[in-house]
């Protein structure tokens, strides 16, 4: 007898209805009566569970009534009718087989259990409804991102995890070395000899693949990355963790107002598209963790968003009657208080504020005539703040030398960045969504280390 996956079942019952088929899966919940009882049994293919109703006229019965939840089963049996359940139509079984059998003290019983307890049980917490719906919904995020640029002719480039450059500059990197610290090898000055490393070099755990990526949009016209990324930032904040995932495209013969516009139309498509083929996941959010969340979703998906400059936005922002905690100053970054407030109070849809003071930002951006600004984006939306970063690069060769010096950027290390303004250079933007801020925005969820499989934060690296 052919196998059938829940999901398939719950697309088109009709086609299912009176139908012998078999199932397995894990038991969710049981409850039984003298004669008979009821199985929510999940195969992992749907969010949704499949109620199975078995009876005494099962040989094995005693067996399955005693049943502990995460029981691994096989069931044959008839689809039918159940006009008093949940849903019109049930899995009659006729055999019930055992094909793994869960312990008594399994940690997830049927009651509410914290966010922080799941966390220690990282290996199992897909099995509840919350992370079952968290990361079916990353999953679907992900095949939108990548079907957005393959849809619009974007080569996807597989940047290196180990790098020899730092992007942002900003020097919060994890080491990759194979020498041994009991026994380090020191040049003439005392220090660290790399050459004797594994690659000759000192080597890091990437940041970002935009630099490279930069390469192959000078090739390709169209490319982005989606990988992960890491930072040894000691942040131990709901924002932050060690290793995430990236979005990165980068377009050439662009300028920044075709970056802006590529960025609205990326997250619109990302988000119409969960909504859509999520709607499960979606509905669970908004009724179990965030109430205003499709409200606020189908705020983006139906706005034109806004732009600002980065001036425009102190002064908005100095004018309002809001006590802030972080002081509001020209040269000074944005606080998520101050960019919840442009698109929460003032605009109340997502804002992109540009051109942003050169030292704030990193040494790749173009320069803009006024010498004092940068070609940067980011783009805001309510209920989080930045999302998205991006700008203009920087394409004039003299223009970059300068703003590497001004960084302390030691040229050797850049050499082949370089070279990309030497040979046909042009201008070119590009743009980077945290993916897991997205998923966080698309959820509801309130912290990172809920959206992120097995988190990598300070001082865990458990499983």
């Known amino acids: 007898m052919d196998e059938v996956l829940v999901k398939e079942i719950f697309r088109n019952p009709d086609a299912y209805l009176h139908r012998r088929l078999e199932v397995s899966g894990w038991v969710r919940t049981i409850r039984v009566s003298k004669t008979f009882g009821f199985i929510e049994l999940n195969d992992g293919s749907f969010f949704r569970n499949l109620q199975v109703v078995f009876d005494d006229s099962l040989p094995n019965f005693e067996q399955i009534a005693k049943l502990p939840i995460a029981t691994a089963l096989r069931i044959e049996g008839e689809v039918v009718e159940s006009p008093g359940a949940k849903q019109p139509w049930e899995l009659k079984a006729a055999r019930i087989e055992v094909e793994g059998l869960s312990q008594p003290d399994y940690p997830l019983q049927k009651k509410k259990h ?43 480039v597989h940047t290196p995890i180990i790098t020899g450059s730092d992007c942002e500059g900003a020097g919060a990197m994890f080491r990759v070395t194979t020498l041994d610290p009991a026994a380090l090898p020191r040049d003439d000055r005392g220090e660290v000899d790399f050459t004797q490393d594994f690659f000759g070099k000192e080597t890091n755990l990437t940041v970002s693949g935009q630099l490279e990526a930069e390469a192959f949009c000078l090739a390709f016209r169209k490319v982005y990355t989606f990988g992960p990324t890491f930072r040894a930032e000691n942040s131990n904040t709901p924002r932050h963790a060690a290793e995430f995932w990236m ?28 909504l859509e083929h999520a709607p499960a996941e979606m509905e669970f959010f908004s009724r179990f963790i965030d109430p205003g969340l499709l409200p606020r979703l189908e705020n983006v998906i139906n706005s034109d968003f806004g732009v600002i400059t980065y001036t425009e936005a102190i002064d908005l922002l100095k004018k309002a009657k809001q006590n802030f905690a972080y002081p509001v100053e020209w040269g000074a970054d ?7 407030y442009l698109t929460e109070q ?10 942003y003071p050169k030292e704030i930002k990193a040494f790749y951006m173009r320069l803009n005539d006024d010498q004092r600004t ?34 302390g950027l030691d040229f050797n290390d850049y050499w082949w960045y370089l070279d990309l303004r030497k040979y046909g250079g042009t201008k070119h933007a590009g743009f980077g969504l945290g993916f897991e801020r997205a998923i966080m925005y698309m959820t509801g969820m309130a912290n990172i280390r809920d959206v992120l499989p097995f988190p990598r934060t300070v001082n865990n690296a458990e499983f």
């Open 334 to 340: 944005l606080q998520t208080e101050h960019e919840r």
């Open 247 to 274: 979005v990165e495209p980068e377009i050439a013969f662009a300028d920044l107002n075709d970056d802006m516009a590529l960025a609205e139309e990326m997250l619109k498509y990302v988000l119409s598209y969960c």
């Open 346 to 355: 003032i605009f109340r849809k997502p804002v992109f504020v540009i051109n």
């Open 114 to 156: 914290s966010l922080e307890f799941l966390r220690t049980i990282a290996h199992l917490r897909p099995r509840s409804n919350t992370f079952s719906a968290v990361f079916r919904l990353r999953s679907v995020a992900a095949y939108a991102i990548h079907r957005f640029f393959q849809e619009r002719d974007f080569v996807y």
């Open 374 to 407: 940068v070609a940067a984006m980011d783009l805001l939306v309510p209920g989080v703040g930045e999302i998205i970063g991006g700008s203009q690069r920087e394409e004039r060769l003299p223009v970059l030398e300068a703003r590497m010096k001004e960084c």
